[in-house]
């Protein structure tokens, strides 16, 4: 009499619908991009070499500006960094697949940010632009492919914490702060010339930054992308009083129509979470 073991079957990672590497390749690049993002400006504070972030944005702020203190959101912005490094060091699974997706784009985006400090304290201007308009759509472009995925994310899980909030509030910030970049280095190249015709090209920047919010805010489900827009917003309007009410105001409001259809959507509309879990279920079966 013979028996037939049939062999135990193993999942596989593409069975699964997770991306098949597990990230151990991944991480070192994300840390040591991180650390570049973080470190660069620090080098260049300390060392003064170059223009700072200020005296390089004052050469073509005739036609757009935001107040100083709104670029202090780098601040929690790095902190949220840190916390996304942190996350890739922690042991244990992604049950959400995000951190494996989202690998490569925000190495990339945080590699472009570090080098866009060097090229700003070169005086670069067009280089400037290539460069964080390259880091924005490398990692917006990634979050909003995944967007289903990272709207289903718990609010209240380690992942929504330490990988949505910080990458998503990165883009945010970056959104208002490219096309600020292209309307300032325009100005100081010559190719916009400062006076009421340029009115027009401060309100497109502005404005398509606030639509960029409104459809992220609908597709992440996240307050932290939005936000970050709406603060640089409230930076225009507060140093475009003295010279250009209009403009001012327009950008105020922007950024309270930002908020407030922002809160609508993310708290007041039904987010497909239910959907993304369910067909995130469907496909680990």
């Known amino acids: 009499m013979s028996s037939t073991v049939t062999p135990l079957h193993t999942t596989t990672p593409s069975e699964t619908g997770k991306p098949e590497h597990s990230g151990r390749f991944g991480r070192p690049y994300v840390l040591a991009a991180a650390a570049f993002a973080i470190l660069a400006p620090l080098v260049q504070g300390l060392t003064g070499w170059g223009l700072d972030q200020a005296e390089f944005a004052a050469r073509g702020n005739a036609t757009l500006r935001v107040e100083g203190y709104a670029f ?7 902190l949220g960094l840190i916390a996304y490094a942190v996350r890739q060091t922690m042991p244990g699974s992604d049950p959400t697949g995000l951190l494996a997706r989202l690998y490569w784009p925000s190495a990339a985006t945080l590699v472009g940010i570090g080098l866009w400090i060097i090229v700003a304290a070169m005086g670069l201007q067009m280089a400037s632009v290539v460069v964080i308009f390259a880091s924005l759509l490398t990692l917006l472009s990634a979050l909003l492919i995944h967007g289903r995925s990272v709207a289903a994310v718990s609010p209240f899980s380690v992942e929504r914490l330490l990988i949505v909030w910080p990458l998503a509030a990165l883009a945010g910030w970056l959104t208002v702060a490219a096309p600020l970049n292209m309307v300032s ?11 009421p015709a340029s009115t027009g090209w401060a309100l497109l920047a502005a404005g398509a930054a606030a639509a960029c919010g409104l459809f992220g805010a609908w597709r992440l489900g996240t307050l932290a992308y939005p936000l970050p827009i709406a603060w640089g917003l409230i930076g225009a309007f507060v140093a475009e009083q003295p010279r250009n009410t209009p403009l001012a105001f327009s950008a105020l409001g922007f950024a309270i129509l930002l908020i407030v259809a922002s809160v609508v959507i993310v708290f007041g509309l039904k987010r497909p979470h239910a959907d993304a879990e369910a067909d995130t279920g469907a496909e680990s079966r």
Do not use: R
């Open 72 to 78: 202090a959101i780098w601040g929690p912005i790095y």
């Open 185 to 195: 280095a325009a100005t100081a190249t010559g190719a916009i010339v400062a006076g």
